[in-house]
């Protein structure tokens, strides 16, 4: 996983949490697939993992993949999600169990998109995309997941 | 999952995809957003009136970590924004802000106050600072006078539907 580092996330957000942002993603993921296309909205997540997340995506660069972990325990424990992390000798395991997104904005919403999850996905791929690492996300189940960081071979 | 922390560099990166497309897609978007909204707001402040808006951003100013002053009066709501953190995060980002980005929030605020039959003065000051002054008024008149006072004024466009 590379060396421990003990510098700040370069977000690293504190202090309370807005969960109701998810409600709105969800109506965002809709309103331009349904106008724009299923590519205009993957052209979006793209800029997401690759220019909002240009220093992870630079520590990935350089080989180190714990920035992205950090960067997980960080968010997920601030939005009080179920998970766990694997570390074996070829990969690291995220797995959600409960993704307080999803669960978040299907308690709120009339309905969750059916492409809410692509936020993860696709951001994921944009965020690997020319580094060293391959991120998968393979969705288990409504509002649970995996996601392998493996080195490409 | 991108991070509610994270939402407005999303969005900001909407904004931008929207733009591109032309001032109509933008407009349609944030009425979208307002009937998102609307599902969280509207009837809290038809039935509580301007206590309803305040119970409603007092709860914004705590979730979103907002350094906001609000003065409610039997005729009119102040919110005074001294640091937004929206803009905050969208400043404060290894992608580029989208330049109106501000607007946005009478995009989406103003129709709701529309529909309820409340007037919004919303003065965004200076698109480039996180602050700004935006005012709900029940009378009309009361309106057009601090619009007069206003360094930038926004407006907004688009109707919900009855």
């Known amino acids: ?153 | 999952m991108i991070p509610s922390d994270h939402f407005t560099r999303f969005y900001n990166e909407v904004f931008k995809f929207l733009e591109k497309q032309g001032e109509d897609a933008l407009r349609a978007y944030w009425l979208e957003i307002s009937r998102n909204q609307s599902m969280l707001t509207y009837d809290l402040f038809q039935q509580k009136g301007l206590e309803g808006m305040y119970e409603y951003w007092e709860n914004i100013r705590i979730e979103e970590n907002c350094d906001m002053d609000m003065d409610l009066r039997e005729d009119r709501l102040e919110l005074r924004m001294n640091v937004c953190p929206s803009l905050s995060k969208v400043m404060d980002n290894d992608a580029a802000p989208m330049g109106r980005y501000c607007d946005h929030c009478a995009g989406w605020i103003g129709p709701i106050l529309d529909k309820l039959g409340y007037h919004l003065v919303y003065d965004v000051i200076d698109r480039q600072q996180p602050q700004c002054v935006m005012r709900i008024f029940k009378e009309k008149e009361a309106a057009l006078e601090a619009e007069k006072h206003a360094k930038l004024l926004m407006r907004w466009h688009g109707k919900l539907e009855d």
């Open chain 1, 1 to 153: 996983m590379t060396k421990k580092d003990d510098r700040p996330l370069r977000y690293n957000d504190d202090g309370n949490v807005h969960m109701d942002f998810h409600v709105a993603t969800n109506t965002t993921i809709d309103f331009i697939i349904e106008r724009f296309g299923m590519e205009a909205m993957d052209q979006i997540f793209e800029r997401v993992g690759k220019d909002v997340y240009a220093n992870l995506r630079e520590h990935l660069m350089n080989g180190n993949s714990a920035e992205l972990v950090k960067h997980w325990r960080h968010f997920f424990d601030r939005e009080n999600a179920e998970y766990s992390i694997e570390i074996t000798d070829d990969a690291i395991i995220l797995i959600v169990n409960k993704c307080t997104a999803y669960e978040h904005v299907q308690k709120t919403a009339p309905k969750i998109s059916k492409f809410f999850c692509d936020q993860t996905i696709k951001t994921n791929a944009a965020l690997a995309e020319g580094t060293p690492f391959t991120i998968d996300t393979e969705i288990t189940a409504p509002g649970s997941c995996r996601q392998i960081i493996r080195r490409r071979t």
